[in-house]
């Protein structure tokens, strides 16, 4: 697909990874990941983390041979509470990168949208100039902490928004241009725009190309080859309904959030509190399956007694 569409940059998650990680075309990745994480031994636990963070790596290295800018590799969602746990991943996952002979410049670290991970990713901004794209973002809240924290990029996602408003609301189609998830990135980016922050907006997890083109002139939008097929055989000419023009007469207050303020106002957001929880709960799902999976490798090359 990245062959075919030619992204300038791509992004992977657990569930992408597991999904990859079971064709046989990625078979040797998969062996030369339980063979590291044999090498650096340890406990049998150790050996399938260490394999699956080589593991993401390894793929992340396929896909920056593929296109011209970054690729994003998540840290651990069972890390999404954990601050100082996510640094340290993260830390391991750009020292993996450059052994690969890769420099930080082009990845970009991918950390749950929680307070946590928020903090995490204004420690390894500033304090180790490691760039970070913050996932499973769903509320105002979150988007405000993470312009102040200061991190390189966010993801608010648009078709995940959409699937909780149609599972509890009577409303089952929307219009683009009502769509929530659209109207949630919309203010996110006014917002942004308004106050001069430099993260960048990049909408993430479309249901249909409505939702994209609603979000034209947005920072970077990042979407699926499926999608990317349905937009290749449109010809029509599309006007951003995004500008900074635009977002700067809009009428917006700027905010302040601390951990108290940040924690109430998300609260408020029931949509976007579930979403996170159960992002963090699909994601971490994935993550044990792959070390099963690992497992296997990893039991199969012990030597015998």
Known sequence: AIDEYKP??????????????????????VDDAVAYGKKLGGSEEEQIKNASDKLFVLFGAEILKRIPGRVSTEVDARLSFDKEGMIQRARRLIDLYKEAGIGKDRILIKLSST???IQAGKVLEAEYGIHCNMTLLFSFAQAVACAEAGVTLISP???????????????????????????????????????????????????????????????YLTISPKLLAELSKE?????PTLSIKE??????????????????LHNEDQMAVEKLSDGIRKFAADAIKLERMLKVGVISRCPLP
Not at 235 to 239: D, F, N, P, R
């Open 235 to 239: 010809h029509v000419k599309l006007t």
């Open 157 to 219: 996602f648009v078709g995940r928004i959409l699937d909780w408003y149609v599972a509890n609301g009577d409303k089952k189609t929307y219009e683009p241009s009502e769509d929530p998830g659209v109207k949630s990135v919309t203010k996110i980016y006014n917002y942004y725009k308004k106050f001069g922050y430099k993260t960048i907006v990049m909408g993430a997890s479309f249901r249909n190309t409505g939702e994209i083109k609603a979000l034209t002139g947005c920072d």
């Open 115 to 117: 307070w946590e991970g």
């Open 247 to 264: 977002a700067q007469a809009c009428q917006l207050e700027k905010i302040h959030l601390d951990e108290k303020a940040f924690r109430w």
């Open 8 to 29: 300038l940059d791509a992004t992977t998650n657990p569930s992408l990874i597991l999904a990859a990680a079971q064709m046989p075309a990625y078979q040797d990745l």
